[in-house]
């Protein structure tokens, strides 16, 4: 079955660490997306990309990073600049034009301890 | 720029009642309307969208929206509740053109009393 996959589910990091987060993707939509999901403030777009080795910053990109080598992979990685990094993340893709909607992963939940 | 609002943080029906979602969105031309319902913990699933034609969309497990321009609305809508609705229902917004990047509401939450 089509669809992404978003991994770890939890992870925990200690404050001053990197971490990455994984996005995987097999169908084969051009445009990947990250967004951060803290309560009462909806989705806020971190990085995007529409097209391999090309990527854009969101709404609120600092503390973060991307890379997007592959058309099926779009890791996004937590630094130490961030500084209230725990929340709950969410990768997502379009394939086709912007009515086509986003398909989205099921989320990887970061807290720092 | 596109902006969405959805006035009602949370919204307690009964089972069996019917239900209605407000969303409202700012943006100067024909907008792409979504809405997105998510589970606690899960990824958000795409219930219906508007981008053209008929201004009443169905979507998936018997929800229905409807598009009004002169409103700038795009309302939610379900004749019956059932307790597997009860959820966080997310109304989303998106430039007909350029990158197509959605801007969201911050959702409502619905819960479902027996």
């Known amino acids: 079955d089509g669809g992404i996959t978003q991994s770890p589910k939890y992870l925990f990091r200690k404050e001053g660490q990197n971490v990455t987060l994984s996005c995987e993707q097999n169908?084969?939509?051009?445009?990947m997306y990250w967004y951060r999901q803290d309560p009462g403030q909806g989705l806020r777009l971190i990085y995007y990309s529409q097209i391999v080795n090309d990527f854009q910053k969101g709404d609120i990109a600092e503390g973060y990073s991307v890379s997007r080598e592959k058309k099926e992979s779009f890791p996004l990685t937590v630094t130490s600049a961030q500084k209230n990094p725990t929340a709950f993340y969410l990768c997502?893709?379009?394939?086709?034009?912007?009515?086509?909607?986003?398909?989205f992963g099921s989320g990887t939940r970061l807290t720092v301890v | 720029a596109q902006s969405v609002t959805q006035p009602d943080i949370h919204i307690t029906v009964s089972e069996g009642a019917s239900l209605e979602l407000r969303c409202n969105y700012s943006?100067?031309?024909?907008?792409?309307l979504f809405w997105y319902v998510q589970s606690p913990g899960q990824g958000l699933q795409l219930l219906l969208k508007?981008?053209?034609?008929?201004?009443l969309v169905q979507g998936i497990k018997g929800f229905e929206a409807e598009f009004k321009r002169s409103q700038s609305s795009f309302n939610l809508r379900k004749p019956s509740v059932h307790w597997s609705d009860a959820a966080e229902y997310f109304c989303a917004v998106a430039a007909s053109g350029g990158s197509y990047i959605p801007t969201f509401g911050r959702g409502t939450s619905l819960i479902v009393h027996p």
């Open positions: 943006y100067g031309a024909t907008p792409y």
């Open positions: 169908l084969n939509h051009d445009a």
């Open positions: 997502a893709t379009r394939g086709g034009t912007g009515h086509y909607g986003y398909t």
């Open positions: 508007y981008f053209s034609g008929d201004t």
